[in-house]
């Protein structure tokens, strides 16, 4: 049975919570090697700077939705081949695709509450 994907979760945020359903357990791991990577611009981690969107599935082939803090940024590709390997080393996630969005823009409310903490925010 082929699961379909479904449309991008654009918010919250992935940092707001624990996923759920069938497919929880590889996006907590995913979650765990996307906070390894940090933007180069922020010394923040892509997940609590609320760069990722959402992720969606067809089997165990995962895309990430995700955008940068502006359309121009400069690593935009590295910064996309970062995600796509570390995505990739989640075990029984077979492909991974990333997925540049930038509607709705990322803005500093998408950050977690520890982000917005560090850079006094909250």
């Not at 979650?31 to 940090?38: A, D, E, F, G, V």
């Not at 990722?52 to 940068?68: C, F, I, K, N, S």
């Not at 990739?88 to 969005?101: F, L, Q």
Request: overall charge negative; glycine content about 8%; some cysteine.
């Amino acid at each position: 049975m082929t699961e379909e994907a479904t449309a991008p979760t654009v918010a919250p945020p992935v940092a707001s919570g624990p996923a759920t359903g069938p497919y929880a357990e590889r996006e907590a791991l995913i979650t765990q090697n996307l906070k390894k990577i940090y933007d180069p611009e922020i010394p923040m981690n892509i997940v609590d700077l609320g760069l990722v969107y959402g992720m969606d599935w067809a089997g165990d082939e995962v895309t990430v939705h995700m955008t940068l803090t502006a359309p121009g940024c400069p690593v935009a590709g590295i910064l996309a081949e970062e995600v796509k390997a570390g995505v990739e080393k989640v075990p029984g996630v077979t492909r991974a695709t990333v997925d540049m969005i930038w509607e709705p823009p990322w803005s500093p409310e998408r950050m977690s509450e520890f982000a917005k903490r560090q850079f006094g925010y909250l």
